[in-house]
């Protein structure tokens, strides 16, 4: 990739993505333990505990119910799915954050069985908090749906789609890395957790776009059948068949190829 380029993207990804609120990106790690927490208050919620340190973060947990709420309708209608049980979600300064999760640097939040965002005295509503809390929301629905069995780039990919990010304007970027030949979207199945910020950068981007085509192709309708497929107990490539009608192998060579016009 042209050094102007990579400079491009990588001030686009710390301009975009490193926001006050939201250091870089916000994270699935599958089956991650669940560290100790820290002596919380409980604000609840119709479908929701939110956790949260301190009486001064009462506003802040306030908030941020009132956004699960919202989230819960409007992904849930996307999905198709509403939880009958409250998800825990739990509210962190920035330094307890990190102290808990042991997440990357470039982690802006995380969900690991539980939603947990660093967002401690925030008192109002931006654009940036809607997008983690409509995220970390995603995250739950798509681990109760495909069993936790979900791969890093769909759920990745799902969860940016749902909280309003799009790839087009990266699109010059994806071509090149098309071209290259280098993407397999078997790499990106496993944790991002070990990439650096440009690795992080290009990994959720690539999530993103495969997701966006497979809405585009297929529907909104068929990510969910390929997550539900996995919580069902059928491996990607099975779920991908019978979901979409067309192998993994051939998904992402048309993928590609859309990218590469």
Same mark, same amino acid.
């Given at each position: 990739?042209?050094?102007?380029?990579? #400079?491009?993207?990588r001030a686009a990804f710390r301009t975009v993505i490193l926001s006050a609120l939201v250091s870089s990106a916000w994270l699935f790690i599958p089956g991650a333990p669940l560290a100790q927490e820290p002596s919380m208050t409980v604000k609840e919620a119709q479908h929701f505990l939110v956790r949260f340190e301190g009486s001064d973060n009462a506003v802040s947990g306030h908030l941020i119910g009132l956004l699960l709420e919202e989230?819960?309708?409007?992904v849930g209608? !996307?999905?198709?799915?509403?939880?009958?049980?409250? /998800?825990?979600?739990?509210?962190?300064?920035?330094?307890?954050?990190?102290?808990?999760?042991?997440?990357?640097?470039?982690?802006?939040?995380?969900y690991d069985g539980r939603i947990k965002i660093p967002a401690g005295g925030v008192?109002?509503?931006?654009? !940036?908090? *809607?997008?983690?809390?409509?995220?970390?929301?995603?995250?739950?629905?798509?681990?109760?749906?495909?069993?936790?069995?979900?791969?890093?780039?769909?759920?990745?990919g799902i969860a940016q789609y749902e909280e309003g #990010?799009?790839?087009g304007?990266?699109?010059?970027y994806l071509r090149e890395l098309a071209a290259e030949g280098t993407?397999?979207?078997?790499?990106? *199945?496993?944790?991002?957790?070990?990439?650096?910020? !440009?690795?992080?950068? #290009?990994?959720?981007?690539?999530?993103?776009?495969?997701? *966006?085509? /497979?809405?585009? *192709?297929f529907g909104?309708?068929?990510?969910?059948?390929?997550i539900e497929g996995l919580g069902q107990g059928l491996d990607l490539e099975g779920s991908i068949r019978s979901s979409l009608h067309l192998s993994y192998e051939d998904l992402e060579e048309s993928w590609l190829g859309y990218l590469r016009r």
């Open positions: 990739m042209p050094g102007a380029f990579l #400079r491009l993207y989230a819960y309708h409007k209608a !996307d999905l198709a799915y509403w939880p009958a049980e409250r /998800i825990e979600a739990f509210l962190y300064s920035e330094k307890t954050f990190y102290d808990v999760t042991k997440s990357p640097s470039w982690a802006g939040a995380l008192v109002e509503r931006t654009a !940036d908090l *809607e997008r983690v809390v409509f995220h970390e929301y995603t995250h739950a629905l798509v681990h109760a749906l495909s069993a936790g069995r979900a791969p890093t780039w769909l759920n990745e #990010r799009e790839a304007a990266h699109k010059d993407v397999s979207l078997k790499e990106l *199945e496993g944790p991002f957790t070990a990439l650096n910020p !440009d690795g992080a950068f #290009r990994a959720y981007l690539l999530s993103l776009s495969a997701t *966006e085509y /497979i809405v585009r *192709e909104l309708s068929s990510v969910k059948r390929v």
